[in-house]
């Protein structure tokens, strides 16, 4: 993994396959959330892409040979589905049960799934691969991405905002097809788009294993 905790990969998808995985999770999603749909390792296509040997490559470069995916989640931004997204880090894991710890929390459900913000040691653990099933451009609200942010560890909400006062931020223009990885701890946000063009992104997350200790699993959602 790169010091800067995130890297692009462009061309890992055809053009052909992105077209066929958008229209599968779209079928699936219909309907659902404005900004998009959480819970998809479950979604037959989602599944198989997420187990895709070139995506798998990508996650054992960071995690090593185990790297396992556990959460997808399709973000669909436009023109006509829009919205801001403010500085922050991805610090809650789905958990299959809850258990006592002073490092976690706090708890909360999500559709019928178990969560809990989790210390930074459990999140070193894990990477995310943002998988653009359409070009993401300056003008459709990129991720933008504070590089070796990361490395700070768990912040607070002040801290976050503090940081992205200061420091320089990287806009993450990524072809279609193309794939950004990424920490959790990176500090993050985007903007909203300023064109009607769609930026539809599969997000699919991976651990080195699903146990990150004793009683905790993280559960497939």
């Not at 699936?28 to 479950?42: E, I, V, Y």
Request: with cysteine; proline share 5%; glycine share 10%.
């Amino acid at each position: 993994m790169k010091d800067a905790g995130f890297w692009v990969e462009e061309g890992i998808l055809s053009g052909p396959e992105c077209d066929s995985l958008a229209r599968a999770v779209s079928r699936h999603t219909a309907g659902r959330g404005r900004a998009g749909t959480r819970h998809l390792m479950g979604h037959p296509a989602v599944a198989e892409a997420a187990h895709d040997r070139r995506l798998l490559g990508l996650a054992r470069r960071a995690l090593g040979a185990g790297a396992v995916p556990y959460r997808a989640t399709l973000f669909a931004k436009s023109g006509r589905a829009n919205w801001l997204v403010v500085w922050h880090q991805d610090t809650a894991l789905p958990l299959a049960s809850r258990f006592d710890a002073p490092e976690w929390g706090p708890w909360s459900k999500k559709a019928g799934v178990l969560y809990a913000h989790a210390p930074g040691w459990a999140l070193a653990r894990v990477l995310a691969l943002r998988v653009h099933l359409d070009a993401s451009t300056a003008a459709n609200g990129p991720l933008r991405v504070i590089p070796g942010s990361h490395a700070a560890g768990v912040l607070s909400d002040d801290e976050v905002y503090s940081l992205a006062r200061r420091q320089e931020h990287v806009d993450c223009l990524v072809s279609r097809g193309g794939v950004l990885a990424m920490r959790p701890l990176l500090v993050h946000s985007s903007s909203k788009a300023r064109a009607d063009a769609p930026r539809r992104v599969l997000h699919i997350e991976y651990a080195d294993s699903l146990d990150l200790g004793e009683n905790i699993r993280l559960a497939a959602a």
